[in-house]
């Protein structure tokens, strides 16, 4: 069992950045791949970034490749985000999701995360 709490999220104006934390206390979160995802009012959830067992993998979206970093320090069990230069069409509740995964993988569907935070708002103005 992995249980994922976020925290992190907040109001700033476009070209800010944010550190979202995800906290997955457990003695199995070093062998599952970590993702963050998003989702807007009205909109479907949507891949944000992800992260293999070892950090050997990362993956992005492209709507925020060069502006997020993903990272995992299995030691303290913890996962972030690192968002800089923020925009508006960032603004989405994230969610950490914990998926029990190939060594290397990522992976961007949804259903194959099996264990999801409550999410953390993140409001970007312009």
């Known amino acids: 069992q992995v249980h994922v709490v976020e925290s992190g999220g907040g109001l700033v104006q476009a070209g800010a950045s944010l550190r979202l934390s995800c906290a997955a206390p457990g003695r199995t979160f070093s062998d599952h791949a970590m993702g963050w995802f998003r989702q807007a009012p009205g909109k479907e959830r949507e891949f944000v970034a992800a992260?293999?067992?070892?950090?050997?993998?990362?993956y992005y979206a492209d709507s925020v490749k060069g502006r997020f970093t993903i990272s995992r320090d299995n030691a303290k069990n913890m996962v972030y985000l690192q968002m800089n230069s923020l925009k508006p069409e960032d603004t989405a509740a994230y969610y950490c999701?914990?998926?029990?995964?190939?060594?290397?993988?990522?992976?961007?569907?949804?259903?194959?995360?099996?264990?999801w935070g409550q999410g953390t708002q993140v409001t970007v103005s312009s």
């Open positions: 992260i293999s067992w070892t950090s050997a993998t990362a």
């Open positions: 999701a914990a998926g029990h995964l190939p060594r290397r993988a990522v992976s961007t569907t949804p259903s194959n995360y099996g264990y």
